[in-house]
């Protein structure tokens, strides 16, 4: 029997934002094998050197194209800061601006593919086109108490988009 998994859809508005968290670039198979993972677990254990965060128990991963047409990308674990102001050694901050985004949750038992397939037929159903203005492919937001390492995580999808 084949289960049939739906992601259901949003389209959301956030204000501009400014993070503060470690900075990874690679490839899309350095990330498979645990790159991102590795800075996400660092971030988590230096969470106490971040000042003003506006939610320790949401760990966000920012992803940017790195160069156009090629196979890496940047991807930032970070921390939403009411304010920039020192910074930690080797962490940096990021400033995101306001934005619309088609939104779902991943959940636990969900196939990760799937889920941004479906975010992605819905933002085509929608009339909506992806918004790389800013270089800002998708981010993700997840439960700061969850290992990095977990083979089946929860998270919410947030891809930017436009009319």
Not at 3 to 30: C, M, P, R, Y
Not at 84 to 91: A, D, R
Request: charged share 20%.
């Amino acid at each position: 029997m084949t289960v049939i998994q739906k992601n259901d859809a949003a389209l959301i508005s956030k204000e501009s934002f400014h993070a503060i968290g470690l900075k990874w670039e690679g490839t899309f198979a350095e990330a498979g094998e645990g790159g991102i993972r590795k800075i996400q677990t660092e971030l988590k254990e230096r969470l106490n050197e971040i000042p003003h965060i506006v939610n320790p128990d949401i760990l966000l991963g920012l992803s940017y194209h790195a160069k156009p047409g090629g196979d890496g990308f940047t991807h930032y674990a970070a921390v939403e800061v009411e304010k920039v102001e020192n910074i930690p050694f080797g962490m940096v901050s990021i400033y995101v601006p306001t934005l619309s985004y088609a939104t779902c949750e991943h959940l636990k038992g969900q196939n990760i593919e799937q889920s941004y397939n479906n975010i992605y037929s819905w933002i085509s159903s929608e009339g909506l086109k992806e918004n790389n203005v800013h270089h800002l492919t998708h981010f993700e937001k997840y439960p700061m108490k969850q290992d990095p390492y977990s083979t089946d995580p929860e998270f919410t999808i947030m891809i930017p988009v436009t009319r």
